[in-house]
């Protein structure tokens, strides 16, 4: 592996959060922080983008902000399943998935 990207991957690591400083998409900048499941496992991230013309990477002092969502996140993730709370959050698609569960379900019991 590349000795920067170790170099990077160290830094991650250490300080909890990572920057996309334009690597993405010229003129976009990024702040994200991981989100754990119960077993301490990223499980998913949370990110802040916007143009670079709107955000410099000073947005940094939001990071704690972040990672308190990202927390919220973590004992969401860890009370109910996954597919729990996308029905909660998104009521409107909960009952196509659930019929297209129940005839997958009867489908394999035949």
């Known amino acids: 592996m590349d000795e920067a990207l ?5 830094e991650i690591l250490c300080d909890g959060y ?19 499941d119960r077993n301490g496992r990223v499980v ?13 990477l000073y947005a940094r002092r ?3 902000v972040l990672q308190s969502a990202a927390r919220n996140r973590t004992n969401v ?4 399943r996954l597919q729990d709370l996308v029905f909660e ?3 409107a698609i909960h ?6 569960s ?5 489908a394999m019991a035949l």
């Open 6 to 10: 170790e170099t990077e991957f160290a």
């Open 18 to 36: 990572s920057t996309d400083r334009e690597e993405f998409m010229m003129g976009l900048i990024a702040i994200a922080v991981p989100v754990f």
């Open 44 to 56: 998913a991230s949370l990110a802040c983008h916007a143009p670079k013309a709107r955000m410099t």
């Open 62 to 64: 939001y990071v704690p």
């Open 77 to 80: 993730l860890t009370r109910a």
């Open 89 to 91: 959050m998104v009521p």
């Open 95 to 100: 009952a196509p998935l659930a019929e297209a």
């Open 102 to 106: 129940e005839r997958r379900e009867r």
